[in-house]
């Protein structure tokens, strides 16, 4: 167990520290504030704090991590180890010349999103915006890989003490916003799209709306059985997120209550988890969330454990707050950016959010993604497409992360704009099965 003397113990700290050594890490730490303790303890230990006791493993600490709500910090970024980027220079009388546990904190809380910014026609936070973007380090987990530098700051410090090993791991998701292009439509939404076929002059797609309907083809949004036969040789579970929300201007989905609609989500629970897709109205509204939560529930007879927000939306801290009322354990929303690839929080391992508002860790757990089907659209060929792919990948098997990645479901169809896609699906579940 690492020791950590510290002069105080706040929420903050607790909270990035448990993040670093426990979660990224793997090995426990514990804290105090008495110098006798720290002394007396006989085995790996470190002192964050403005002022080194002695010669001990010592961090010099940043204020971050001991105020209380916002404030106007300055960052300025530097190279470190030729390969990384860092902030919060602390000196170099510290064992690490950065504190990388208020750099750390800053980007694990989002403490930037909370900063007044400019929005795009959604109401997102956009990749722009953000200090990773802006200074070149977004494509890295630069908080797993400064975990991984501190950690050979504390072996050659302690070579004795044997820290764990942690292995690579995938979780595919596949967005779900409607199960099918032509099928489930209803009437209405088949007679408006088959005049909107026919003024837009768009003849292949009636001939297949029609086809599809007299069922003598294929509808190009069902990929299900190639997805789940996926998942029965995959070692690593795969989730499925379903939008169950209201038509609307931004949701299209099918009718909840067809029966075709609910056996489909039955029938997918039956090799992987079933999450919620958050409605684009529901984001805001939690009497709207409650009803979609308690829809999914009915099909899946158990408790909802995990969501997305529709168009990858986030208001924080707002939007995480309606998930806790409800309970729900995990949120898949936190991405690299729907048309950017990267690490939005700097980490490719699952963390609880922090409530910068109430300065409380929470107990929901944000599983990150890192690259959107979306987001590999911008590269004109699939050679460059597999390139990219390849090397955000590598990024997370060099600090042994989780690699999360989201595809929908009419991302795996034999439409000409997703052509190649299933090339780039399998490249993902081949890294995980491959793992040893």
Same mark, same amino acid.
């Given at each position: 167990?690492?020791? *950590? %003397? ?9 909270? *990035?520290?448990?993040?670093?050594? &426990? ?11 008495? *110098? ?33 709500? /916002? ?35 800053? !980007? ?6 909370? /900063? #007044?910014?400019? @929005? ?20 890295? +987990? ?21 820290? +764990? ?6 979780? #595919?998701?596949?967005?779900? #916003?409607?199960?099918?292009? $032509? ?10 799209? &088959? ?24 509808? =190009?949004?069902?990929?299900? @059985? ?41 029938? *997918? ?6 999450? !919620? ?16 939560? &308690? ?6 007879? @158990? ?16 939007? $995480? ?7 729900? @354990? ?19 391992? =699952?963390? /609880?959010? %922090?409530?910068?508002? %109430? ?8 599983? #990150? %993604? ?6 590999? /659209?911008?590269?004109?060929?699939? !050679? ?53």
């Amino acid at each position: 167990m690492l020791l *950590v %003397y510290t002069h105080k113990i706040s929420p903050r700290l607790n909270y *990035v520290f448990k993040h670093i050594c &426990t979660r990224v890490l793997g090995i426990d730490v514990t804290f105090t504030t008495k *110098v006798e303790k720290f002394i007396a303890h006989d085995s790996i230990k470190m002192s964050y704090t403005k002022q080194a006791l002695g010669n001990e493993f010592f961090v010099k600490s940043n204020d971050l991590l001991f105020e209380q709500g /916002l404030n106007d910090i300055e960052i300025n970024i530097m190279d470190w180890g030729g390969h990384s980027k860092c902030f919060f220079f602390n000196g170099d009388k510290s064992a690490i010349p950065f504190d990388i546990f208020a750099a750390s904190f800053y !980007l694990l809380s989002r403490y930037e999103e909370y /900063l #007044p910014h400019v @929005k795009d026609e959604f109401g997102r936070f956009t990749a722009s915006e953000s200090i990773a973007y802006k200074h070149k380090f977004l494509h890295q +987990p630069v908080v797993d890989i400064w975990a991984y530098k501190f950690k050979e700051a504390l072996q050659k410090q302690f070579p004795d003490f044997e820290f +764990p090993t942690k292995t690579y791991s995938i979780k #595919p998701i596949i967005d779900v #916003p409607n199960p099918y292009r $032509y099928k489930l439509s209803g009437i209405m939404r088949t007679i408006g799209g &088959t005049l909107k076929d026919v003024f837009r002059f768009k003849f292949k797609s009636l001939y297949t709306r029609f086809m599809v309907l007299m069922h003598f083809s294929h509808d =190009p949004y069902d990929t299900f @059985k190639y997805v789940i036969n996926k998942q029965k040789q995959s070692k690593f579970r795969f989730s499925f997120f379903f939008l169950l929300g209201e038509y609307s201007t931004y949701d299209k989905g099918a009718n909840v209550n067809n029966k075709s609609f609910i056996s489909l989500i039955k029938h *997918v629970g039956d090799y992987s988890n079933v999450g !919620l897709k958050i409605s684009y109205f529901a984001i805001d509204d939690a009497d709207v969330l409650k009803k979609e939560k &308690t829809k999914i529930e009915d099909i899946i007879n @158990k408790p909802l454990r995990a969501s997305r927000q529709s168009f990858s939306k986030l208001n924080l801290p707002e939007t $995480y707050r309606n998930l806790i009322e409800l309970n729900i @354990k995990e949120d898949y929303t936190m991405g690299g950016y729907v048309n950017e690839i990267g690490f939005r929080a700097g980490s490719c391992t =699952p963390f /609880l959010f %922090y409530d910068l508002d %109430y300065e409380i860790q929470t107990p929901l757990k944000i599983c #990150p %993604y890192h690259v959107m089907d979306f987001a590999l /659209l911008k590269h004109k060929s699939l !050679l460059d497409k597999k390139r990219v792919l390849n090397n955000i990948i590598n990024e997370v098997k060099q600090v042994n992360g989780q690699f999360v990645s989201v595809f929908h479901n009419y991302t795996l169809s034999y439409s000409d704009r997703w052509s190649g896609f299933k090339d780039l699906f399998n490249i993902i579940l081949e890294s995980g099965n491959n793992e040893n």
